[in-house]
Nanobody, 124 residues
Framework: QVQLVESGGGLVQAGGSLRLSCAAS????????MGWFRQAPGKEREIVAA????????VYADSVQGRFTISRDNAKNTVYLQMNSLKPDDTAVYYC?????????????????WGQGTQVTVSS
């Protein structure tokens, strides 16, 4: 069983930056694809970014392309989400997820393990 623990969320002004981290344990991290999702109040959980198990392939939601960067360090069993130029619309709970699927899945139904989430609030 894989456990995922997110950290790094908080309150930031528009235009600012945050770096989220997700530490994994209980599995072979380097064999999992990883994703970051977010869910705002009253909205569906949506993909933000995903990265393949090697780190060689990534995908981003159109809304964050060019502002967010996903990366992973397999030696540290950790995946990161660097968020720059934050906007109030980025306010949400951010979730880390792991998938056994190959490639870079972007549908939440393809992810097997989830963290508890970390709140990101961007003030205008």
């Amino acid at each position: 069983q894989v456990q995922l623990v997110e950290s790094g969320g908080g309150l930031v002004q528009a235009g600012g930056s945050l770096r989220l981290s997700c530490a994994a344990s209980g599995g072979t991290f380097s064999t999992y694809g990883m994703g970051w999702f977010r869910q705002a109040p009253g909205k569906e959980r949506e993909i933000v970014a995903a990265i393949s198990w090697t780190g060689g392939s990534t995908v981003y939601a159109d809304s964050v392309q060019g502002r967010f960067t996903i990366s992973r360090d397999n030696a540290k069993n950790t995946v990161y989400l660097q968020m720059n130029s934050l906007k109030p619309d980025d306010t949400a709970v951010y979730y880390c997820a792991a998938t056994l699927r190959l490639g870079v899945p972007h549908d939440k139904s393809e992810y097997n393990y989830w963290g508890q989430g970390t709140q990101v609030t961007v003030s205008s």
